[in-house]
T-cell receptor, first 114, second 116 residues
């Protein structure tokens, strides 16, 4: 089945130690998103790639960066994680320009900061 | 900017009964899309149902249906014959129909419990 896969499901890192979360997709969607979701809150969009074009949300901290080496993969890099960055990180994909189509989400990576 | 409001942080329903989750939104646009997403505990978020604003007919997907009131900017979700597997966070979301790739605007969610 076509899907969005996030690895790992759970990630523990130390305060200030860089961490990378990964996302891959077999849907061949040209848009990939990263969301941050804190407990019992709505997902908050951090940024997205439309093909190779990177689109950062205005309030996304500089600490968060992303890479998309090809259509299938997208990475979220947190350069110096703080305690406030502990959250669930969701990757999603969609077909660009088809705004009536849903976004497809991965299972998420739960990030803990020690 | 568009906003989405879900005024019920938590709801509960007896198994086999019907429950309605409310959602209102604010927009100056005339054409857009509305979605309900379901997020079970520790599982991925999935689409439940969607509505295109230019369609007057309410969307229906099996036990799930919506009551879309465009003038009132209301988009409630009705779950009939509730099942234990319906227990989850439900998010209402808005998406502009503008050209290009527009973001989803989520409400804060409603946690639904189903009582056996």
């Amino acid at each position: 089945d076509a899907m969005v896969i996030q690895n790992p499901r759970y990630q523990v890192t130390q305060f200030g130690k860089p961490v990378t979360l990964s996302c891959s997709q077999t849907l061949n969607h040209n848009v990939m998103y990263w969301y941050q979701q804190k407990s019992s809150q709505a997902p908050k969009l951090l940024f997205h790639y439309y093909d190779k074009d990177f689109n950062n949300e205005a309030d996304t901290p500089d600490n968060f960066q992303s890479r998309r080496p090809n259509t299938s993969f997208c990475f979220l890099d947190i350069r110096s994680p703080g305690l406030g960055d502990a959250a669930m990180y969701l990757c999603a994909t969609s077909i660009g320009g088809r705004n009536n189509q849903p976004q497809h989400f991965g299972d998420g990576t739960r990030l803990s900061i020690l | 900017a568009q906003t989405v409001t879900q005024s019920q942080p938590e709801m509960s329903v007896q198994e086999a009964e019907t429950v309605t989750l409310s959602c209102t939104y604010d927009t100056s646009e005339s054409d857009y899309y509305l979605f309900w997403y379901k997020q079970p505990p520790s599982r991925q978020m999935i689409l439940v149902i969607r509505q295109e604003a230019y369609k007057q007919q309410n969307a229906t997907e099996n036990r799930f249906s919506v009551n879309f009131q465009k003038a009132a900017k209301s988009f409630s979700l009705k779950i009939s014959d509730s099942q234990l597997g319906d227990a989850a966070m439900y998010f209402c979301a808005y998406r502009s129909r503008n050209s290009g790739n527009t973001p989803l605007v989520f409400g804060k969610g409603t946690r639904l419990s189903v009582i056996a």
